[in-house]
């Protein structure tokens, strides 16, 4: 049984989970209280808390956008593997407990979850009694003895994550959809894939070797558009015929809308949230912006994406039509907290500028994936 190993920077981690999960989200034997414990690193500071009527305040998961991270994509665990690798697992247990006081290292997910407790401390003070906040949500495969360790980290670093899943090696998957989760963020991919398959939005995280500096005051998430945000049918004509057909068939298909992607609803999540600040007169000063990040040409197939997203009353408060462009360079300028893509190489060529990237492994791009190798800087790609 595998007990939540470290992050793999280079390729897509595995894990080998034994059993089906089971039982519902608010399973005590399951679900532990980080705020319940006594023991934390002396470097802390104090929790955040917001009291209601004498409790402290958790949205219902039915009312907010939950975001379940594991553990490995919001901490570093690279050494803490090594010693499961080398040792086995009763000295990786044994280990854990004697540096549970030690914090781990922020992960690749940590910027991104620091940026939804701003969006979600602006909320609260413009909507003191709404639910509808993001709820973080801690996915570990690890053995309880493990929560001690994380739970200090999480207070050490005055993360406010209050739910928390260790399913000790078994699979997470039902848990995400008992806490009606949004969007699903993970080290291992076949995870990722099982949770896509199920109709929940997720994405592999991968962590760059420097990572750009990214807003503490403005959430950023970037989304290319086919087989993430839309569905891989252009992506399918792309590939099966090339790009002139491509082109032909988006003219054709121009007033057809395109079917959603697997990350269609968590973008419409975003911009319900967005709208409870525009609805503030903070437009122009939202903590929550988008962009749409994508191959595409603007002339010659932009038209049907923007349509569609008109169409389902959703947008992005900006657009790079790139026509075959490299993306890294426009991602560098963004600097987002995610940037979620269907294809390793511009994950890869994300990353390479320091992008923390994350890899939707959804659609025909799939099968024509390559091995992780050096991302010439001057790609003149034009997949979609």
Not at 4 to 32: L, R
Request: aromatic letters at 10%; one cysteine or more; a neutral charge.
């Amino acid at each position: 049984m595998s007990l939540d190993p470290g992050q793999d920077t280079s390729t897509a981690a595995t894990i080998t989970a034994n059993g089906d999960s089971k039982g519902a989200w608010e399973d005590p034997k399951d679900c532990y209280d980080p705020g319940a414990t006594t023991k934390k690193p002396k470097p802390g500071t104090m929790r955040r808390a917001r009291k209601v009527e004498g409790g402290i305040f958790f949205p219902k998961p039915e009312n907010a956008v939950t975001i379940a991270v594991s553990s490995r994509v919001l901490f570093r665990t690279e050494k803490e593997q090594k010693v499961f690798e080398q040792r086995g697992i009763e000295e990786y247990l044994k280990y854990q407990v004697e540096h549970e006081n030690e914090p781990f290292a922020p992960g690749p997910a940590f910027p991104f979850v620091k940026a939804l407790e701003t969006v979600n401390a602006q909320l609260r003070e413009l909507y003191p009694d709404s639910e509808e906040l993001f709820d973080i949500v801690l996915v570990t495969y690890n053995h309880a003895h493990v929560g001690v360790r994380l739970i200090n980290t999480i207070n050490y670093h005055n993360l406010f994550i209050e739910r928390f899943c260790m399913t000790g090696g078994s699979s997470p998957i039902g848990y995400l959809k008992a806490y009606h989760t949004n969007l699903y963020l993970s080290a291992d991919s076949e995870k990722v894939r099982e949770a896509l398959e199920e109709g929940i939005a997720a994405a592999t995280m991968f962590m760059p070797e420097k990572p750009l500096e990214v807003s503490e005051t403005q959430l950023r998430v970037a989304f290319d558009g086919d087989a993430v945000l839309f569905s891989d049918e252009s992506e399918r004509i792309f590939k099966a015929h090339g790009l002139d057909k491509f082109f032909e068939h988006e003219k054709e298909h121009e007033n057809k809308l395109l079917d959603h992607g697997p990350l269609k609803g968590f973008l419409e999540s975003l911009g319900k949230l967005q709208k409870r600040f525009y609805a503030k007169g903070q437009r122009l000063n939202c903590p929550i912006r988008t962009y749409l990040v994508t191959a595409r040409s603007a002339a010659s197939s932009g038209l049907r994406a923007l349509k569609t997203l008109r169409a389902w009353g959703l947008e992005t408060d900006e657009a790079l039509f790139l026509a075959g462009a490299p993306k890294g360079p426009m991602l560098e300028k963004i600097k987002p907290h995610i940037y979620f893509d269907d294809q390793m190489f511009h994950v890869e060529g994300a990353a390479e500028r320091g992008t923390i990237a994350a890899h939707v492994p959804y659609g025909i791009a799939q099968k024509y994936q390559h091995q992780k190798k050096p991302v010439d800087k001057k790609d003149s790609s034009t997949s979609k």
